[in-house]
């Protein structure tokens, strides 16, 4: 997506949050069968710009990723889960995984049995680990240059989201409480609050 403004609608999904297209172009007579569908179609517009494009003197909604500050990018390489199969399907497991077309299909199987119950574990092929996981030292450092670049554009957050991205894996959980301490810190100062 390129930086500047992109027109896109938010659609209240049940009251459980947004789903967010971009581009959209809606018909909105009375027959238009998306605004039947989605009746709470807004349009709104919104910039995604780097802190040092964000227009000067405004107030802006900070939306800031913890794994900005640390990543762990092989999250594949961290994901699994059960399949519960049946004493039929254990018991040919040893000609499932004969198959040839297995090995290209980057999924691996590990079959186990738990108290009388049969399972498959199903998870991607492991890869090489990439992360970028620093020093606490450099997190304070990245998070100073973050506030420092809002105070010299003189930007002030209406309201700040912050997202711990530890449930996909992406940020450590390790990382994430010590991160977020400092965020809040550093942007309380900021504010005044």
Same mark, same amino acid.
């Given at each position: 997506?390129?930086v500047?403004?992109?027109?896109?609608?938010s659609i209240?999904?049940?009251?459980?949050?947004k789903?967010?297209k971009?581009?959209?172009?809606?018909?909105?007579g009375p027959?238009?069968?998306a605004l039947?569908?989605?009746?709470?179609?807004?349009?709104?517009?919104?910039?995604r710009?780097?802190?040092?494009?964000?227009?000067r003197?405004?107030?802006?909604?900070?939306?800031i990723d913890?794994?900005?500050?640390?990543c762990r990018?092989?999250i594949r390489?961290h994901m699994?889960?059960?399949?519960?199969v049946t004493?039929?399907?254990f018991?040919a497991?040893?000609?499932?995984?004969r198959d040839q077309?297995l090995?290209?299909?980057?999924?691996?199987?590990?079959?186990?049995?738990?108290?009388?119950?049969y399972?498959?574990?199903?998870?991607p092929k492991k890869?090489?680990? !990439?992360s970028h996981?620093p020093?606490?030292q450099?997190i304070?450092?990245?998070?100073?240059?973050?506030?420092?670049?809002l105070?010299?554009?003189?930007?002030?957050?209406?309201a700040v989201?912050?997202?711990?991205?530890? !449930?996909?894996?992406?940020?450590p959980?390790e990382?994430a409480?010590f991160?977020?301490?400092?965020?809040?810190?550093?942007?309380?100062?900021?504010?005044?609050?």
């Amino acid at each position: 997506m390129k930086v500047g403004e992109v027109a896109s609608r938010s659609i209240k999904h049940f009251w459980y949050g947004k789903i967010l297209k971009h581009n959209v172009i809606i018909n909105s007579g009375p027959d238009s069968i998306a605004l039947k569908a989605c009746p709470d179609f807004t349009r709104f517009n919104y910039f995604r710009l780097p802190v040092d494009k964000v227009p000067r003197n405004r107030k802006v909604i900070l939306d800031i990723d913890l794994d900005f500050f640390a990543c762990r990018d092989s999250i594949r390489n961290h994901m699994s889960y059960d399949l519960e199969v049946t004493k039929d399907q254990f018991a040919a497991k040893d000609g499932f995984l004969r198959d040839q077309t297995l090995r290209f299909s980057g999924v691996a199987f590990d079959f186990t049995e738990k108290d009388g119950r049969y399972f498959v574990q199903v998870s991607p092929k492991k890869g090489k680990d !990439v992360s970028h996981l620093p020093s606490r030292q450099e997190i304070v450092t990245e998070i100073g240059a973050l506030v420092r670049a809002l105070v010299a554009r003189k930007v002030k957050p209406a309201a700040v989201t912050i997202c711990r991205s530890c !449930v996909s894996g992406y940020c450590p959980r390790e990382y994430a409480g010590f991160i977020e301490e400092e965020l809040k810190r550093a942007l309380a100062e900021l504010t005044g609050k």
